[in-house]
């Protein structure tokens, strides 16, 4: 049964974000809404909530449907109010007395602990706050609900349970995502709609299948737009001759011949449709310095503790040589970000236990991008390294940064813009070690596999952590797991991944 009807529907602001899109959602649907960083996938979820009016077409509804719309922040009134109130707030007013349990229910069911559920949403991780949204949506008992990145802010074992709470929504109640992790699409999704700025695609199957017809059905739309140029051109070289031959011989009707011949290529032509060409958000490169030492990074059995000095495990005895990726796994709290500071603490010449090679060149980022100072200007944080005006406004502006950003502090960039610029400085330090935490954070699809085609390409040796099952995948050749106070190597991240998803 159908409940939602979208029909020819644009949305232009500036540039069109997207165009002519007609889109039937029904019962049991689980949509996959995939577009690059502000390109339109949050404006198509607030247009079919009613939040924003689109600037043509038409949106239709099932009678008396109720939408659940889950938004990538708290609204700043609510931030005060405790987990528990906020979602007891989304209850109409007339139930509150009556059906309050059903918060209980919900919040049971979303395994939200019980003194999270009396702390006031500012004082919680933005994950926790992402839970409270998703429970306030949900205790309205909706039929289609929007879920607008709803694995930010997620460690994996909070990905597998909205994952496995996902999978027993009822089967009648339709699902619309937006995401940009693709391990989470292809777990939860059973259609994926590729938002475009004109020729949006639907298929009705989940994110990695999905984009392999969309890459088939980008080569078809190619090879059929040179296909219909070749025939143009060639009735138009037809043309040619039989107007010389009409001029010479004085022939009426091979001059008429000739315009028929001329008119049908130039209708081909105007027909004819460029095959879709996606717009980057800018561009990653990367590269690799090289190095003849042999171990990069030594670690002698190191003791990892926390900040205030509790053990926490033995490193054992690890290197890290040219060419390694590897992925430092662990579930929260187990001293990944330890580990990490003291191989950061070494590498940058401060006092630390790990040993390095006098050789390394370090390229640093971590989640946060903390490396990056907000108070500066792009053309400011790439300023020390000897570019040049012209030269340097010409690599920020490959990076998704417009000559127009360039002068204005880095605080008004989004997230994407401003982790491109990231890897724009990590590019122009030529290191020959990465040093990546959560770097996969705030970049859309086509930064992520960007990114990991360079690390691969080049061969870079890099120490990684990652909550993103994709990334870690394609990326790393070694894997170290911090699992019951030790620091061993696994062939495999499954083992540790089916842990934590389960």
């Given at each position: 049964?159908?409940?939602?009807?979208?029909?020819?529907?644009?949305?232009?602001?500036?540039?069109?974000?997207?165009?002519?899109?007609?889109?039937?959602?029904?019962?049991?649907?689980?949509?996959?809404?995939?577009?690059?960083?502000?390109?339109?996938?949050?404006?198509?979820?607030?247009?079919?909530?009613?939040?924003?009016?689109?600037?043509?077409?038409?949106?239709?509804?099932?009678?008396?449907?109720?939408?659940?719309?889950?938004?990538?922040?708290?609204?700043?009134?609510?931030?005060?109010?405790?987990?528990?109130?906020?979602?007891?707030?989304?209850?109409?007013?007339?139930?509150?007395?009556?059906?309050?349990?059903?918060?209980?229910?919900?919040?049971?069911?979303?395994?939200?602990?019980?003194?999270?559920?009396?702390?006031?949403?500012?004082?919680?991780?933005?994950?926790?706050?992402?839970?409270?949204?998703?429970?306030?949506?949900?205790?309205?008992?909706?039929?289609?609900?929007?879920?607008?990145?709803?694995?930010?802010?997620?460690?994996?074992?909070?990905?597998?349970?909205?994952?496995?709470?996902?999978?027993?929504?009822?089967?009648?109640?339709?699902?619309?995502?937006?995401?940009?992790?693709?391990?989470?699409?292809?777990?939860?999704?059973?259609?994926?709609?590729?938002?475009?700025?004109?020729?949006?695609?639907?298929?009705?199957?989940?994110?990695?299948?999905?984009?392999?017809?969309?890459?088939?059905?980008?080569?078809?739309?190619?090879?059929?737009?040179?296909?219909?140029?070749?025939?143009?051109?060639?009735?138009?070289?037809?043309?040619?001759?039989?107007?010389?031959?009409?001029?010479?011989?004085?022939?009426?009707?091979?001059?008429?011949?000739?315009?028929?011949?001329?008119?049908?290529?130039?209708?081909?032509?105007?027909?004819?449709?460029?095959?879709?060409?996606?717009?980057?958000?800018?561009?990653?490169?990367?590269?690799?310095?090289?190095?003849?030492?042999?171990?990069?990074?030594?670690?002698?059995?190191?003791?990892?503790?926390?900040?205030?000095?509790?053990?926490?495990?033995?490193?054992?005895?690890?290197?890290?040589?040219?060419?390694?990726?590897?992925?430092?796994?662990?579930?929260?709290?187990?001293?990944?970000?330890?580990?990490?500071?003291?191989?950061?603490?070494?590498?940058?010449?401060?006092?630390?236990?790990?040993?390095?090679?006098?050789?390394?060149?370090?390229?640093?980022?971590?989640?946060h991008l903390s490396q990056l100072d907000d108070s500066n200007t792009p053309m400011q944080t790439i300023g020390d390294f000897g570019l040049g005006d012209q030269r340097a406004r010409g690599l920020l502006a490959a990076a998704g940064v417009t000559i127009q950003m360039q002068d204005g502090p880095l605080g008004k960039l989004s997230g994407g813009q401003k982790a491109r610029l990231a890897m724009l400085v990590l590019r122009l330090q030529h290191p020959n070690f990465y040093l990546l935490d959560e770097p996969t954070n705030h970049l859309d699809i086509e930064g992520q596999e960007a990114?990991?085609?360079?690390?691969?390409?080049?061969?870079?040796?890099?120490?990684?952590?990652?909550?993103?099952?994709?990334?870690?995948?394609?990326?790393?050749?070694?894997?170290?797991?911090?699992?019951?106070?030790?620091?061993?190597?696994?062939?495999?991240?499954?083992?540790?991944?089916?842990?934590?998803?389960?």
């Open positions: 049964m159908s409940l939602i009807n979208i029909q020819k529907l644009s949305v232009t602001l500036g540039d069109p974000l997207f165009s002519d899109l007609t889109v039937t959602i029904s019962k049991g649907d689980r949509l996959g809404l995939v577009a690059a960083n502000g390109r339109g996938k949050t404006t198509l979820l607030n247009c079919i909530s009613g939040g924003i009016e689109p600037t043509s077409g038409d949106i239709t509804t099932a009678r008396g449907l109720r939408v659940g719309h889950v938004a990538q922040y708290v609204p700043e009134g609510d931030l005060d109010l405790t987990l528990y109130d906020k979602v007891l707030a989304a209850l109409p007013v007339e139930q509150v007395d009556f059906e309050s349990w059903r918060v209980d229910v919900v919040l049971d069911e979303l395994a939200v602990p019980y003194d999270l559920q009396q702390t006031p949403l500012r004082e919680l991780s933005g994950g926790w706050q992402r839970t409270a949204m998703l429970a306030s949506a949900w205790i309205t008992q909706p039929d289609v609900l929007l879920l607008d990145e709803p694995t930010n802010h997620l460690d994996l074992h909070r990905i597998g349970l909205l994952e496995t709470w996902l999978g027993n929504l009822p089967r009648d109640v339709a699902v619309i995502m937006t995401s940009h992790d693709r391990a989470f699409l292809d777990a939860t999704t059973n259609r994926t709609l590729f938002l475009r700025a004109d020729t949006s695609r639907d298929f009705a199957v989940s994110f990695s299948h999905a984009r392999l017809a969309l890459d088939e059905a980008d080569a078809a739309d190619e090879r059929r737009f040179a296909n219909d140029l070749n025939k143009a051109s060639q009735l138009r070289k037809q043309a040619a001759k039989l107007k010389n031959i009409g001029i010479n011989s004085g022939s009426d009707l091979l001059i008429t011949k000739t315009k028929q011949l001329t008119e049908r290529a130039a209708k081909i032509e105007a027909a004819a449709k460029p095959a879709h060409r996606e717009k980057s958000a800018g561009e990653i490169k990367l590269g690799n310095a090289g190095t003849h030492a042999k171990a990069l990074v030594t670690l002698d059995d190191l003791a990892v503790n926390t900040p205030d000095d509790r053990w926490l495990y033995n490193t054992g005895a690890k290197w890290i040589t040219p060419g390694d990726r590897i992925v430092l796994l662990g579930a929260n709290g187990t001293g990944k970000t330890q580990l990490v500071e003291m191989v950061h603490r070494a590498l940058i010449g401060a006092d630390s236990p790990v040993k390095c090679a006098p050789s390394v060149s370090l390229g640093y980022s971590d989640q990114l990991e085609e360079e690390l691969t390409a080049h061969d870079a040796a890099c120490l990684l952590v990652s909550h993103d099952r994709s990334f870690v995948r394609n990326v790393g050749n070694r894997f170290w797991w911090i699992d019951r106070r030790r620091l061993v190597e696994i062939e495999s991240p499954e083992d540790f991944f089916a842990g934590q998803m389960g």
